[in-house]
């Protein structure tokens, strides 16, 4: 593998990790204020409390199941070791880049896929690359946004195959 690549590779894991944790995080914010929302709605004994009491019930148990804040810890350590590794990247010979990549990247996080592609483009844009820029779907690009960066669309881009 050449050097660029191995960059290539680094900067492309940081991007999805970063933008896991991101889309983790906010989606563990957004159920914990629609839970503490509907609590109130029935603590206050508004009509149709049942119905309000089912939704936090749904909302918990969505919580639970997923668990984005645990998935958010997870993608936020390896944006954490990933970062470091970027630091300290010039530094290193293309054996030992290599080697920390492969250390980092085994514990990885689980990823959503459309984040596939904004990470691409994100890690392109960081590499100078701006000429293999995806074009991102309409689903892609509310996803990359959601997830705290979404990277401009330019002139040249090519479809994502």
């Known amino acids: 593998m050449e050097r660029y690549e191995i960059e290539f590779d680094v900067r492309y894991a940081y991007s999805l990790e970063n933008?896991?944790?991101?889309?983790?995080?906010?989606?563990?914010?957004?159920?914990?204020?629609?839970?503490?929302?509907?609590?109130?709605?029935?603590?206050?004994?508004?009509?149709?409390?049942?119905?309000?009491?089912?939704?936090?019930?749904?909302?918990?148990?969505?919580?639970?199941?997923?668990?984005p804040s645990k998935k958010s810890f997870e993608a936020q350590r390896q944006v954490l070791a990933l970062n470091n590794l970027l630091n300290k990247m010039d530094s290193l010979s293309d054996n030992e880049l290599h080697n920390e990549y492969k250390s980092i990247i085994k514990d990885g996080s689980s990823i959503?896929?459309?984040?596939?592609?904004?990470?691409?483009?994100?890690?392109?844009?960081?590499?100078?690359?701006?000429?293999?820029?995806?074009?991102?779907?309409?689903?892609?690009?509310?996803?990359?946004?959601?997830?705290g960066d979404l990277p401009k669309n330019n002139s040249k881009t090519r479809k994502a195959s």
């Open 112 to 147: 959503l896929g459309a984040f596939k592609n904004p990470a691409f483009n994100r890690a392109s844009i960081r590499q100078g690359s701006f000429d293999a820029v995806l074009s991102l779907s309409t689903y892609e690009s509310i996803m990359a946004w959601v997830g």
């Open 19 to 67: 933008y896991t944790e991101t889309f983790n995080r906010r989606l563990h914010q957004a159920i914990t204020f629609f839970q503490l929302f509907f609590s109130s709605i029935v603590f206050a004994s508004v009509s149709g409390s049942a119905l309000y009491g089912g939704v936090v019930v749904i909302l918990t148990i969505v919580a639970f199941i997923i668990d």
